[in-house]
């Protein structure tokens, strides 16, 4: 072999080893800029200020925003974030008589719950957002008209104008009856679960049914009571659903309960059907009251109330009922 080949051997050998080295360099690149970009995605998904600022829970509830929202002197029931988990809505009850409270990130930082909804002499509780989150409903016992005198809680809602909310609007006669219709909420084309007397024994006014109402053209249709695999001779109420309408979560106090009443799921089937109800047992349900659920908009963290305070918890949770 020549001198003159050996050399164009030895620099092919090196050319082919430099080409080797800066491909792997090129990979090692791509991969480094893939990872910061999930990364960075990932920061914007979870951004530190949503969900006031705190450390995320796993599958062990944790009292929510402790001092800031749940406090010890307050009670503190329904609770609903925009989709975005920078603006949050939450009753508060003050003896008797509850009021509805708002905060939002501004200047980089979470403001003091200012009071949004209130009146001297009626009740608000229980905040929902609508789909598009142009009006918030809610719960109250302020008489429909002067008529009016049953003192029952109906379905009301405020319309967005800016950020002021409007003078609230009763959701109709469709949805409201001369008894309780109590908590709020919506599927993503509109359709309202709620709970309801109407067909209760007028003595056993704390027992309540669920329903779900159909939303045609803006119009609430006639409500259909939920069956048997949901709905029982008692209570059954604060009746949260899935926005794709998979699975819904709701209050009932049942012989086979933990407490004065505890949370159960039930998940559609394949035939479109709600299955049996089962009871969400420790650590969510326990010896207390357990109600108002509700999930982010993200599907990620799962809402409720517990001894009076707002907890919350990772929605995989749910996810290990769908087998039992």
Known sequence: MSKDTCKNENAFDRNFIFSIVNFKNLYYLIVLMITYFLIGCNRTAVHPL???????????????????ISTTEES??????????????????????AEIRYTLI????????KTIISDTQYGYNDPFLSPDESRLYYISNMPNNEQDTTGDHDIWYSVRDGNQWSSPINAGGEINT??????????????????????????????????????????????????????????????FVAPDESYLIFSAARRSGLGRADLYVSFKNENDNWTDAVILGPPISSANHELCPVVTRDGKYFFYTSNQDIYWVSAEIINTYKTK
């Open 106 to 113: 501004k200047d980089g930082r979470w403001q003091t719950p």
């Open 76 to 97: 503190e029931f329904g609770s609903v974030f925009t989709a975005d988990g920078e603006e949050f809505y939450y009753g508060v009850d003050l003896d008797g008589k």
């Open 50 to 68: 949503q969900y006031i600022d705190q450390e995320r829970p796993q599958l062990t509830p944790k009292l929510f925003a402790s001092g800031f």
């Open 178 to 239: 001369d008894r309780n219709e109590y908590y709020i909420s919506f599927t993503e084309n509109g359709s309202m679960y709620f709970a309801s007397h109407r067909d209760k024994e007028l003595k056993r006014k704390h027992d309540l049914d669920i329903y779900r109402s159909e939303n045609i053209g803006g119009v609430f249709q006639a409500p259909v009571k939920l069956s048997d695999a949901i709905n029982s001779r008692g209570y059954e109420g604060d009746v």
